[in-house]
Nanobody, 126 residues
């Protein structure tokens, strides 16, 4: 069974850091475009970061550039989102996603992704 399982969300004060993890089972991530998305209450799901298959290209939303870093491990089964200098506006449910059909590029269009994690809540508040 192909699935993604997330962990690492929680409550953090403004200026703090969190690292989200997303473990894949049933497939490896190196041949897939991978991405992190988030959805705040009352808002549409938005792309945060993505990496193309085999790590050729990465992209970050303007709102997180310089603060968030996406990566995956050498075993190509886990992806991470390191979030620093967190702001209240970063509060949302965060989702990881994988798109094995995308080759050589990544996108912030959710419909392009076939597999999704269950979501993890990130709350930035004092």
């Amino acid at each position: 069974q192909l699935q993604l399982v997330e962990s690492g969300g929680g409550l953090v004060q403004p200026g703090g850091s969190l690292r989200l993890s997303c473990a894949a089972s049933g497939f490896t991530l190196d041949g897939a475009a991978i991405g992190w998305f988030r959805q705040a209450p009352g808002k549409e799901r938005e792309g945060v970061s993505c990496i193309s298959s085999y790590g050729g290209r990465s992209n970050y939303a303007d709102s997180v550039k310089g603060r968030f870093t996406m990566s995956r491990d050498n075993a190509k089964t886990t992806m991470y989102l390191q979030m620093n200098s967190l702001k209240p506006g970063d509060t949302a449910v965060y989702y990881c996603a994988a798109a094995p059909r995308l080759v050589g590029l990544c996108t912030f269009h959710p419909d392009a992704y076939d597999y999704w994690g269950q979501g993890t809540q990130v709350t930035v508040s004092s």
